[in-house]
């Protein structure tokens, strides 16, 4: 059985920090590009970074480049999402997907809250 189970979500201020992990099982995750997505209420999911199955390639979306790193541990099957500097819009739910050629998996989000 597939899974993917995000953690570390939860309040903080803005100018604070958080760091997401998503562990996989039942997947070969080393051969899995996995990404972040970030969905705010009424607005659509949005990609937000994403790292091929070696690390050697990254992306981020504009407005996390600099605040942001996604990294994986390959070893423990798991993709983290380092957020700093983080701002009010910021707040959502975050989501971990992995795909590899057709296959494409999501996990169940983790809530991010940014407020004073």
């Known amino acids: 059985q597939v899974q993917l189970v995000e953690s570390g979500g939860g309040l903080v201020q803005p100018g604070g920090s958080l760091r997401l992990s998503c562990a996989a099982s039942?997947?070969?995750?080393?051969?899995?590009?996995m990404s972040w997505y970030r969905q705010a209420p009424g607005k659509e999911r949005e990609l937000v970074a994403t790292i091929t199955s070696r690390g050697t390639g990254i992306i981020y979306v504009d407005d996390v480049k600099g605040r942001f790193t996604i990294s994986r541990d390959n070893a423990k099957n798991t993709v983290y999402l380092q957020m700093n500097s983080l701002k009010s819009e910021d707040a959502a739910v975050y989501y971990c997907?992995?795909?590899?050629?057709?296959?494409?998996?999501w996990g169940q989000g983790t809530q991010v809250t940014v407020s004073s």
């Open positions: 039942g997947i070969g995750f080393s051969t899995y590009t």
């Open positions: 997907r992995g795909q590899w050629l057709s296959r494409d998996y």
